[in-house]
C-alpha cells in the first residue's frame, strides 16, 4: 500500500515562483488522497472549484490535503477520496507582497500653456506601488482566462493611461509651469486616484505613486538655468564673491603673479570693507546704548565740589615758619611767639 500511496499522492505547491509573478495557477492535475499543500512566506493559496473560491489558505506552511484542507472548504468539506479517483480542483497561488514598478514617459507630453503656442513638451518618471487586494475579483476577471499574471502585465496597462493622467493633473496641479516639482505631491496624489480606479476592477489597488523628476526640453532647462543667473547677478556684490571665490578655488584666476594678486587684492578690499562697516556699525551702536540721560529724573541731586576759599583762608599751618616747631591750631607759635595765619 505504501507504493500506491507515493504513486498516486502529489505535492500542492508554487513550482514556477518568480518576484515579478502576481498569481500562478496550479491546475488540471487531480489531487490524490495524501496530498500535500506547500505554501511559502508571501503567498496565499486559493482553492478554486467551478469558478467559486471554496476556501483560502494564508499562513505559511505543509498541510496534509485530506486532513488539514479539505474540512474547511465551503462546498468539498465531505469529500471522500476514492483508491483511484482524487478531488480536481485549481490551485491558484496570489503574491501578497507590494511590488514597486518604475515608469517613464515613452515621448514627451505636450502640456498646453500660454507662453509657448504649441504647448510646452515634458517628459517625467517616477514609481508606483499596487498589490492584490480582491481575489474574487481577480479570478472573474483575469486568473479565469490565464495561467499566470506578472508585473508587466500591469505596467502595460498602467503606462497605457499614464500619458493623458500626467496631463490632466500637471495642468490641474502645476501651478509653476517652470517649476513642477514643488507641486510633484499633488500631482501624484490625483494620478494615483485616477490609476487606482484603472485597476481596481482586476482586484488590485494602487498604493503609492511618485513622481521624481519632471524634465525639459534643453533650450527650456537653460531658459530656467539663465534666469536663475540673472536673479543671482542682482545682487552685484553677492556675485562678485561668489565668482572670485570660485574662481581661485578652480584656479582659473591664476596667471604671472599680476590677475591672482588683483583679485587677492580685491577680495582683501571687499573683506576689509564689510569688517570696516561691522565695526562702525557695532561702535555707533555702543555709543547709543553708553550716551548719559539728557534729562534727569526730577529730585535727583547732583553733587558740587565744595568751595575751598573760605576753608583755605581760616587754616592755620601745621609748623611755625619761623622755627619750625608743631603747631596745634593756635593763633600764635608757642617756642617762639611768631604770629600765625
Not at 515621448?107 to 481575489?135: C, E, H, W
Not at 505631491?185 to 519632471?214: C, P, R
Request: net charge neutral.
Amino acid at each position: 500500500m505504501g507504493f500506491f500511496k507515493n504513486q498516486f499522492s502529489n505535492v500542492v505547491e508554487w513550482e514556477e515562483f518568480r518576484d515579478d509573478m502576481i498569481f500562478w495557477k496550479w491546475s488540471n492535475r487531480e489531487i490524490k488522497k495524501g496530498s500535500k499543500l506547500i505554501i511559502r512566506s508571501g503567498q496565499d493559496a486559493i482553492f478554486v472549484n467551478n469558478g467559486k473560491i471554496e476556501g483560502v489558505f494564508e499562513k505559511e506552511g505543509v498541510y496534509n490535503i485530506d486532513s488539514d484542507i479539505i474540512p474547511f472548504l465551503s462546498t468539498l468539506k465531505g469529500f471522500k477520496f476514492g483508491f483511484n479517483s482524487g478531488m480536481r480542483v485549481e490551485v491558484l497561488f496570489v503574491n501578497t507582497k507590494e511590488f514597486t514598478v518604475r515608469w517613464g514617459t515613452q515621448s514627451p507630453i505636450l502640456i498646453p500653456t500660454p507662453q509657448l503656442p504649441g504647448g510646452m513638451p515634458i517628459r517625467a518618471n517616477g514609481t508606483f506601488n499596487f498589490k492584490v487586494t480582491d481575489y474574487m475579483t481577480l479570478i472573474d476577471k483575469i486568473a479565469g482566462m490565464k495561467e499566470s499574471y506578472l508585473v508587466e502585465d500591469v505596467k502595460i496597462r498602467i503606462t497605457s493611461v499614464l500619458d493623458q493622467l500626467l496631463m490632466k493633473w500637471i495642468s490641474r496641479e502645476g501651478k509653476d509651469m517652470f517649476n513642477l516639482q514643488a507641486n510633484a505631491s499633488d500631482i501624484a496624489k490625483g494620478i494615483q486616484e485616477d490609476l487606482d480606479m484603472q485597476v481596481m476592477d482586476n482586484g488590485m489597488t494602487i498604493t503609492g505613486f511618485q513622481v521624481m523628476s519632471f524634465n525639459y526640453p534643453q533650450e527650456i532647462q537653460d531658459m530656467i538655468t539663465k534666469t536663475a543667473s540673472h536673479e543671482m547677478i542682482g545682487n552685484l556684490q553677492k556675485y562678485q564673491q561668489v565668482s572670485m571665490t570660485d574662481g581661485i578655488a578652480s584656479g582659473k584666476v591664476k596667471g604671472g603673479g599680476a590677475a591672482s594678486d588683483m583679485a587677492g587684492m580685491m577680495m582683501g578690499m571687499n573683506m576689509a570693507n564689510e569688517m570696516m562697516k561691522n565695526m562702525n556699525q557695532n561702535q555707533n551702536q555702543n555709543n547709543q546704548n553708553q550716551s548719559p540721560n539728557p534729562n534727569p529724573a526730577a529730585g535727583q541731586q547732583t553733587s558740587a565740589p565744595a568751595s575751598s576759599s573760605s576753608s583755605e583762608g581760616s587754616k592755620k599751618p601745621n609748623f611755625c615758619p619761623n622755627c619750625g616747631a608743631k603747631n596745634e591750631g593756635a593763633n600764635f607759635c608757642p617756642n617762639c611767639g611768631q604770629k600765625l595765619s
